[in-house]
């Protein structure tokens, strides 16, 4: 798990993928097109296997990181209700007897937010500023040509 942020560059670090074929390897492009100076701009890519135009929306570096930021602290926010709310329960419980009933509340609302809240760090550190809105066409980190999940399910497909 990595917690340090991704650098913001210039460009999207995401790539455009286009699926060669049913359940194969994905054909990864770049994303050459600069960020704009502030906000967002919609633009099109054109894909390198199809040469179709993509629809992508990018963000300023100066957005990615007020997303970073927002996310980070919305999740802190939770994480700490929370264990504030959990913390009151088992308070509570030891004043009244419940039979333990709200410790075991209290712990699994602190369980259940924790995993839940696990996004928004996530999304924290690998937020890059580019949407892209073609069905057809995805956006991957830099080498991930393959799917991890193969089309029945059953086993991991590592990336080269």
């Known amino acids: ?10 460009t999207p670090r995401l790539q455009l993928a286009h699926r060669t074929a049913p359940g194969g390897p994905y054909d990864l492009h770049p994303i050459t097109e600069p960020r704009p100076a502030v906000g967002t701009v919609d633009t099109t890519v054109t894909c390198g296997t199809c040469g179709e135009p993509v629809p992508l929306r990018l963000s300023s570096a100066e ?16 994480l700490l209700a929370s264990v504030l709310a959990g913390a ?7 004043r009244n007897d419940w039979g333990g009933a709200a410790t075991v509340g209290g712990l699994i609302l602190i369980m259940l937010t924790v995993i839940g809240v696990g996004p928004y760090f996530s999304e924290s550190r690998d937020e890059d500023g580019v949407t892209g809105f073609d069905p057809r066409h995805t956006l991957r ?5 393959h799917d ?13």
């Open 148 to 160: 991890h999940v193969t089309t029945d399910g059953s086993d991991y497909e590592p990336g080269p």
């Open 88 to 94: 009151l329960l088992a308070l509570q419980d030891r």
């Open 63 to 78: 957005w990615v990181h007020w997303r970073r930021r927002s996310r980070l602290h919305t999740g802190v926010t939770i």
């Open 141 to 145: 980190e830099p080498g991930d040509t």
């Open 1 to 10: 798990m990595r917690l340090r942020q991704l650098p913001v560059g210039a």
